[in-house]
Structure formats: structure tokens, C-alpha cells
């Protein structure tokens, strides 16, 4: 394999489940060494988030944090600080003082993207990150992607929907029979075009199917707005997650053009769809 990510990259890696991806991860941040050949100019700071973050301490989420920080170097007020801001952007679920060993798998997830992120990082790399999330934040883990390639660090994750890659990389490498290609710049123009669906039960009363939104071919966020779904769609898959909405008894409300910005609803009654 041969494999080069510069700095403001943003590169998926794409495979079936055990082609490797997770591998090349570990490698690519120094957990893993290769059998042969060699990994260079690899910057020192790094942020890294495995498939799999075990939290089972009875420490809470800042305090796991702080000490993070102050391994790689920070204050203690500075990393406290600083862990304080990540998890209120992510919104974690019972706050920063919460006990790892009490969080959900995607509040833990929260708190693993927080850590990877307590310094800037040149090279951040993430193993599946959207897995467990709710649909907010889904959003502000894309500005943070956004946010770290602007600062010029270079940007490596993984995803099996081709919507995630297609969204938030401009490039991806795929693993085949152990091979890893460059498959080419998933959005040349920029990010993929996006439009806002906002679906509703109808009007006769009828209560439409619940559908695993994040299933349907292009969907990137789905959140609930009371008794209604709001979904982010890549342009060229909005008919056919339109057809099958209606075909499941939900009323099309709104059909709107998305703006670029990975920016999460503020309206306060806006709930993530369970996954």
C-alpha cells in the first residue's frame, strides 16, 4: 500500500467490515507498527479516536479529561477548561461532572471525541466516530472536522455510509482484498449539495412507519422537531428518501436547500432519532 494525507486533508477510508480499516488507523497514529515498510513525517500532535472506547472508570467525564489534558502537556485549569467547552458543544448527557461507567455508548463516544481534540491536533484520525451519536451531534463533529483541517491539520476517518464520506471528505482511500487505492476526491466542487426535508405525520390522523432514517441511501443527520422528523439528505438521493417517506405514510412538510455549515437545530424541542 501507499498512502500520503497532507495537512488540511480531509480523507475517508472505506472498506467492508474486516478489510483492515481499523489497522491502517492504528498504524497511521503509531499504535500499530507495519510489518514492513515505513511511516514518516508523522506530526506530534495527534488526536485519535478508536472503534471502541472503554469507559468503565467511576471517574467523571472532566476529570478523565483534565488528566488527559495534562499529560499532553496543559494546565490543569487549561485542560479543565478546555474539556469543559468540547462537552458542552457536544451536549453530553448529565454534564461534565457524569461518571464514565454511567454514559450511554454515545455519550461515551462524546467524551472520546473530546479527548482527542483537548489540543489542537496536526493529524486527527477517527475510527468510526459517528457510531452511537444523536443527530447534534452528528453536526458539531463535522464542524470539528471542518475546524481542524482550517487550522491545517490533516484529517483521516472512517465511516461505512457513503453519504458520511461523500459530506465531510474531500478524498477517500478504499481497502480491497488487501490492497489500499486512492479512489479519487469525493467532492471537487466542494461539500456535496444537501437539502432539509421536513416530514410530518398527515393530517387525517394516519401514524406513519418509524424508519431507521440513517439507513436510507445520502441521509446525514435526522432529528426529531415534535411530532415531525427533519432530515439532511445529499441532493442526488432526496427523491428516492422522498419516495420511500411517502410510501410509509409520512406528509412532506418542507423540501429546503441545506447550507454547507455541519451547524446542529437550535429549535429546543428538537430530539435525536434513535438509531
Known sequence: MDMKVSAGDVVAVVGTNGSGKSTLLK????????????????????????????????????????????????????????????????????????????????????????????????????????????????????????????????????????????????????????????????????PAPMVELVLTPPATGTVPAELDWYALPGVVDAARLGRGIVLRVAREHSDTVLMTALQHLWSVDAVTRAAHDHGSRTDDDARSVAR
Open 27 to 190: 498504524i497511521l497514529v503509531g499504535l500499530s507498527q507495519p510489518t514492513s515498510g515505513t511511516v514518516s513525517a508523522r506530526p506530534p500532535a495527534i488526536g485519535y479516536v478508536p472503534d471502541r472506547f472503554t469507559a468503565h472508570e467511576r471517574v467523571s467525564a472532566i476529570s478523565y479529561l483534565t488528566h488527559m489534558g495534562r499529560i499532553r502537556g496543559m494546565s490543569t485549569s487549561a485542560a479543565r477548561a478546555r474539556g469543559g467547552d468540547l462537552l458542552e458543544r457536544l451536549a453530553l448527557v448529565g454534564g461534565p461532572t457524569a461518571s464514565l461507567r454511567t454514559l450511554s455508548k454515545g455519550n461515551a463516544q462524546k467524551v472520546a471525541l473530546a479527548q482527542a481534540l483537548l489540543v489542537r491536533p496536526d493529524l486527527l484520525v477517527l475510527d468510526e466516530p459517528w457510531s452511537g451519536l444523536d443527530a447534534s451531534a452528528h453536526g458539531v463533529l463535522g464542524e470539528f472536522i471542518d475546524e481542524a483541517a482550517a487550522h491545517g491539520g490533516a484529517v483521516v476517518f472512517t465511516d461505512h455510509r457513503e453519504a458520511i464520506s461523500g459530506t465531510h471528505a474531500n478524498g477517500a482511500y478504499a481497502i480491497t482484498d488487501g490492497r489500499v487505492t486512492w479512489r479519487g476526491a469525493t467532492r471537487p466542487g466542494g
